[in-house]
């Protein structure tokens, strides 16, 4: 019985469920379902959240992607799947300066097993964000972690676009990975449609970097010193142990890690001076800074030998043009005024699981980036309005 089982177990891992694979097979050249949802627009509209003027704004932008949807070419009726659009998302003010949301179109296949078609829990989506910029910007580039650690305002390199019209402004993943979107390794493209004349991204300025760097460093100063209270606790416990009849047997060896502890102390508060120093340049640095110089976009060049990564000695001379440029999202990108449109921004990418299917798109992916390039993005952006 345990030779079996251990065959069974080699079997499973060589050919992973290749039987049930077998079994499932795509009903390509069947009509799918287009499942239209009928409740969002009595969801909003009720809603106490904002006044009415901004409920029927919002509610106008999302009828308009749910319009848009429904009236897609590709799924009329869709061929080999079924597609499903719902709303998620908060039209709560109280707590939120401006309302966001996602429209998520869950296209699944159509597969035959058994003698009988049916819906496959897997497949892909297709996805609207409304006014979620932050979720969107959250994870990109190299910064991130560290802007994330210090309360630091998100900054990153300059993302590549690869296609902009005046409706739209897309960027493509194959050069930008999101942890949140899983994709193909050919990479998936990101259009932002944006309802404002104020730019979506903005330079980050050279006195905005050195802040940075002085953030980091301080913080670094503040791990030292927690370092140095833990290490004089620790000092604290072995003194008290070596007085303990108990730890008698080891007392010697206790007796001797107190001077490396001391050491160690020491090594950390002479680090701190080191930065401190560090800070002190900046600062000065920053301070002596022109007005012009301070506003100027922070370029880096991340070939050039530095001590830190992303350093200080990487930073560009001002007016020159190599490395790469960082940006921010414009912090005043939204208007928040009594008049202003409810959805700002609408970011438009599709996603689909990574693992199970070739590096070549199926006909599902390829029906899902026809749906996303041929949506009428100046209708979106409309809808805005």
């Known amino acids: 019985m345990k030779l079996f089982f251990k065959i069974f177990i080699l079997l499973s891992i060589t050919f992973p469920f290749s039987s049930f694979a077998q079994s499932i097979i795509h009903a390509t050249e069947l009509p799918g379902k287009l499942i239209k949802d009928t409740r969002v627009s009595s969801y909003i509209l009720n809603s106490k959240a904002m006044p009415a003027s901004k409920l029927n704004s919002y509610a106008k932008t999302v009828n308009a992607v749910f319009n848009e949807m429904y009236s897609s070419k590709e799924l009329n009726p869709p061929q080999g799947f079924d597609a499903k659009i719902a ?23 159509l597969v035959k097993k058994g003698g009988t078609v049916k819906t496959s829990m897997d497949g892909t989506d297709l996805n609207f964000e409304l006014n979620n910029q932050n979720g969107f910007f959250d994870h990109i580039g190299n910064f991130s972690d560290q802007c994330y650690k210090l309360k630091f305002p998100l900054f990153f390199e300059q993302l590549p676009v690869t296609d902009s019209t005046s409706d739209y402004m897309e960027i493509n993943l194959k050069y930008y990975r999101f942890p949140f979107i899983s994709n193909n390794t050919t990479g998936s493209p990101i259009r932002i449609i944006a309802a404002n004349n104020k730019p979506l991204l903005v330079p980050l300025t050279r006195k905005e970097f050195v802040q940075f760097l002085i953030a980091r460093e301080m913080q670094r100063i503040k791990e030292n010193e927690e370092l140095i209270a833990d290490e004089k606790k620790q000092i604290a416990e072995t003194k008290k142990e070596i007085e303990d009849p108990l730890f008698k047997s080891v007392k010697e060896t206790l007796e001797k890690s107190i001077p490396s502890m001391q050491q160690q102390i020491e090594k950390l508060g002479n680090n701190n001076q080191t930065i401190q120093t560090k800070i002190a340049d900046l600062e000065s640095m ?24 992303f350093g200080l000695e990487q930073l560009v001379p001002v007016g020159r043009k190599e490395g790469v440029m960082l940006t921010k999202v414009n912090p005043d990108y939204y208007n928040f005024s009594a008049n202003a449109p409810a959805v700002q921004l609408i970011t438009v990418y599709y996603t689909w699981p990574t693992g199970i299917t070739s590096s070549e798109p199926d006909y599902l992916q390829i029906a899902t980036m026809k749906v996303f390039r041929n949506l009428d993005y100046h209708k979106l952006k409309e809808s805005m309005k």
């Open 87 to 109: 709303y998620f998302g908060t039209i709560n003010l109280l707590k939120e300066k401006i309302p966001y949301g996602t429209i998520r179109s869950y296209f699944r296949y």
């Open 286 to 309: 920053m301070k002596n800074m022109s007005i012009a110089e301070a506003s100027s976009p922070a370029r880096l060049d991340e070939n050039k030998p530095s001590d830190e990564i």
